[in-house]
């Protein structure tokens, strides 16, 4: 039987494993395993971070992470955690230095602003390849929504690309997200997303 339950640190090792799984080719996944189980833990452990999973048994098969205050997110995770993700990358960075270069700038730098900035923002969804298109994305939004909602939260955004993506873009639609604008993140086509809570 599934269930949706708060990530707790230990669970940092199913979640880098499922993130390995589900973008295979996304540039966090690039940068291995053991930069990602310290890349969760440390979103897992903060306060102005909500995350939680769906698991089968003892088998994580879904999770989200939404931060509170994405314009200084990174900033902060990277000035706290900055030797531990180059530590735990070094296999990664051997393999391509330019590696370091794009993590450097990931962390330096702030989102541009945009009108939704008070609002908590989607970092990531992920689900099992093997449980995709049966309903478990919109099971973790709404389970989102709840936890935000409790908190005092009246809206959530996400930004996710608008090109060779119209699986995902459909799904946040289907889901009650509106399209709110659309922007470049160097090359990237963006479409920027936002849902208020009831």
Known sequence: MSYVKQLAPVDADAAAGLHMLAFRNFFLSRLGYRFLRSFYRALIKRNDTTCAGCWEGNTLTGFYVANHDHRR?????????????????????????L???????????????????????????????????KGLGRILINDLLLRLKAKGFKGLTLTTDTVDNE??????????????????????EMTLYFKSID
């Open 73 to 97: 997110f990174y900033s902060d995770l990277g000035k706290k955690n900055f030797v531990q993700f180059v530590m735990s990358s070094i296999p990664a960075f051997l393999k391509n230095p």
């Open 99 to 133: 590696l370091i270069v794009r993590l450097m700038k990931s962390f330096q730098s702030n989102s541009k602003p945009n009108p939704f900035d008070g609002y908590p923002y989607l970092m990531s969804i992920c689900v099992a390849p093997d449980q995709q298109n």
């Open 167 to 188: 699986a995902t873009n459909k799904f946040y639609l289907k889901s009650g997200f509106e399209n709110k604008a659309t922007f470049f993140q160097g090359k990237r």
